[in-house]
């Protein structure tokens, strides 16, 4: 995005904080909140709809969004941290709109304290394999934190494993039952895509390392969105019923959970998480086919190694396949 497009993203963002709360303000009103003229209100209103948001006119009074948005508030998820852990996050970014939450830290330098981005919208939110990961605005909660390793533990590659077990407990701890995890990064409801992890690194082998993870979960998608998402998908708000998660509530036990989460890793590597994997793993014992450099190989998935390869079963017996290398679909028991 240009920077006159980043301009508008944060012009958009004062338009949204105006609206967000569902109550109906006058177009006077926002003219005044934005300094500009009437016009150029209604202008950024008409925009609005590219962002999935829908605003109603109501006549002689103003406008309103369709739906209330409760967006992002650093104060509410710093208070729903345990202290010791919001005491260690040495810088809490939260930018309206970005093009992606790890590539901010990324732009960062490193730092021993762990930091933290999230943001309401992302234009160009990056999945595995530079997939593009799809991001309506105030419908997800878009999360990276980087963390600072003194050296890299042996068994590195399993972190993605490892942060998917973390994010799935937390969610669980919210009342989201059967959280499973598809190798290497996906977390599942019942098949369908509740999020993702992208880990991303900078630093040197057997030195010091910034890592930046991030963490994408749909808490109340819109509909329109689904045909942009190339396979099933749910969020939140399906799997409690219907009723309405408090993303501030979501974003502070995702960041309670990662923060301890990457201490231990750091000090253990993978193995205190691979029981919790195993029990959550959603392709074991299940026939996949595994793309690799453009080949498909297909067999059991037999689990993961101690390290976190996904070892695949065939007729030549049992190899590890990496994270990065490969992609993994199901074909049925």
Known sequence: MTADGAELSEAQGRLIRALAPGEIVSGADLARILGVSRTAVWNRLHRLAALGVTVASVRGRGYRLAAPLELLDRDLILAGLAPEIAARIGAFHLPFAVDSTNAALLRLPGSPQPRVCLAEYQWAGRGRR???????????????????FAALPADFAGLGL???????????????????LKWPNDLLWQGRKLGGVLIELRGEAGGPCDVVVGVGVNVQLPDPPAGLIDQPWTDLGRILGGARPHRNRVAAALIGALIPGLDRFAEEGLAPFLAAFRRIDVLAGRRVRVEQRGDWLEGIARGVSERGALLLEDAAGIRPYWSGEVSVRELGR
Do not use: E, H, K
Not at 162 to 179: K, Y
């Open 130 to 148: 530079g997939r593009a990961w799809q991001s309506p605005l105030g419908a997800q909660i878009p999360l990276s934190i980087g963390y600072g």
């Open 162 to 180: 490892a942060v998917g077990v973390m994010a799935a407990q937390a969610l669980q701890r919210l009342g989201a039952p059967d959280i499973g």
